[in-house]
């Protein structure tokens, strides 16, 4: 009876699936129903729209490493910038390299990146944590304060001469202070941390846990993505900032990060004041200004290559998550 009943309602279901359209049978990995089918059209536009923004960021990546390698004659040849291989050389990143400038430029810039992503992740954490908390004294007043930061600013000879009064004129600190903070990266932390579980930091309280504990123990942990892409965000800004070098320490070129090195000898020219070898004061035969030139700007742009693939898988889940929280 009972393989009569599993054969006699086997039948039915396949009867029932053979009635139901195959265009309208729907599997695990086919599109939901308000969702149009992809057309020929749509598919190629797709790929031609996402080839062209791909070429738009790899091919000036391209011309720039490929003419750092490129030989005087090969840059001639080409009037400028290097399209396709034609004479490789290393000599421009020897040159480079081997001038004490740029090495201690890259080691300020990696310093003032790290000590100020510090700082400044330091100050956005505990200023958001406590904004976040509705019972926190006067915390509408001074988020109040913030926004109103956001849109009006004392401008730059005041700031220059606040710092200049506090005795940053060529100090260290001058390079961080400053701009130590991001009203915009702070509410969007404290979007994100306005939206930690209740129900978890009431647990954490009732085991005795103080704000210090949540904000290490609880709220940290739950935001480990918004956090990293904070951190990436001041880490770019600090790494490509040379205006405060303009301002602040000018003269003594032993204090610039790559950035403001980089500046000074396109600006320049062959002529890089403060340079104690040939390096970058050379006119070598052998290398051409323009390959110095790129050769720099590749410097700086390999520590983002490398820290960035770390970061992007937390870029979507940080920000978005964040915005759309707030």
Not at 81 to 94: F, K, N, Q, S
Not at 249 to 261: A, E, G, H
Request: aromatic share 10%.
């Amino acid at each position: 009876m009972t393989n009569a009943l599993t054969i006699e309602r086997s039948g039915t279901d396949t009867e029932g699936a053979a009635a139901v359209p195959a265009s309208r049978r729907r599997t695990r990995s086919a599109r939901p129903p308000w969702q149009e089918p992809p057309t020929a059209i749509g598919q190629t536009a797709k790929g031609l729209t996402l080839g062209g923004v791909v070429a738009v960021v790899l091919v000036p990546i391209w011309v720039v490493v490929l003419t750092s390698f490129s030989t005087p004659g090969a840059i001639n040849r080409a009037g400028g910038l290097v399209i396709w291989p034609d004479g490789l050389t290393t000599e421009a990143y020897r040159e480079m390299l081997g001038d004490r400038t740029v090495v201690t430029a890259l080691l300020v810039s990696l310093g003032v990146t790290v000590v100020g992503t510090a700082v400044s992740m330091v100050v956005s954490v505990l200023c958001a944590y406590g904004l976040s908390r509705s019972g926190s004294l006067g915390h509408r007043f001074v988020l109040l304060l913030l926004v109103v930061t956001m849109f009006v600013g004392g401008g730059l000879i005041p700031t220059f001469l606040v710092v200049t009064g506090l005795g940053g004129y060529d100090q260290w600190w001058a390079l961080i202070l400053p701009g130590a903070v991001s009203v915009f990266n702070i509410l969007v932390l404290r979007a994100f941390y306005s939206g930690t579980s209740g129900e978890l930091i009431e647990a954490a309280r009732l085991d005795g846990a103080g704000d210090w504990r949540i904000l290490w123990s609880v709220v940290l942990p739950t935001s480990r993505a918004v956090t990293a892409v904070i951190a990436l965000f001041y880490a770019v800004g600090y790494w490509n900032s040379f205006f405060n070098v303009m301002l602040y320490m000018p003269t003594d070129s032993q204090k610039w990060p790559l950035q403001y090195v980089l500046l000074t000898y396109v600006n320049r020219g062959n002529g890089m004041p403060g340079s104690i070898n040939t390096g970058f004061g050379s006119t070598h035969a052998q290398t051409a200004p323009l390959s110095l030139q790129m050769a720099v700007v590749v410097l700086t742009l390999v520590p983002l290559v490398i820290v960035y693939p770390f970061v992007t898988k937390h870029l979507r889940t940080g920000v978005l998550t964040g915005a759309i929280k707030g």
